[in-house]
């Protein structure tokens, strides 16, 4: 798998303290409206021990209102795997990493 490399990265980043990753769609760019979106991940302490995955997403510049998600796992293991399961699906839905971090 040619991802494979860059999925890796994204999630060393994400255990070092998160990343973000854009989608700038294109194709509505003809219409005169170009729309970006936002996707972030983070790893959160759980206070009764083990660490959340929170993922947050909306449209680029309105994260006023972001949706949000956590998901709570016990062991690294486990973490690393969910973390890379969401970075493999964010890269196959077209987002990139963004040049600035979280």
Do not use: K, N
Not at 9 to 35: I, K, T, W
């Amino acid at each position: 798998m040619a991802d494979a490399p860059r999925v890796a990265m994204l999630v060393e980043r994400v255990m070092s303290g998160g990343v973000v990753l854009d989608l700038v769609d294109v194709a509505p760019a003809a219409r005169g409206c170009q729309r970006s979106r936002s996707y972030a991940i983070s790893l959160q302490p759980a206070l009764w021990g083990g660490t959340d995955v929170v993922r947050m997403w909306g449209r680029r510049g309105h994260l006023r209102r972001p949706r949000l998600l956590a998901t709570h796992h016990m062991m690294e293991a486990e973490l690393r795997r969910a973390v890379a399961d969401v970075v493999r699906l964010r890269l196959r839905h077209g987002y990139l990493p963004a040049l600035g971090a979280l």
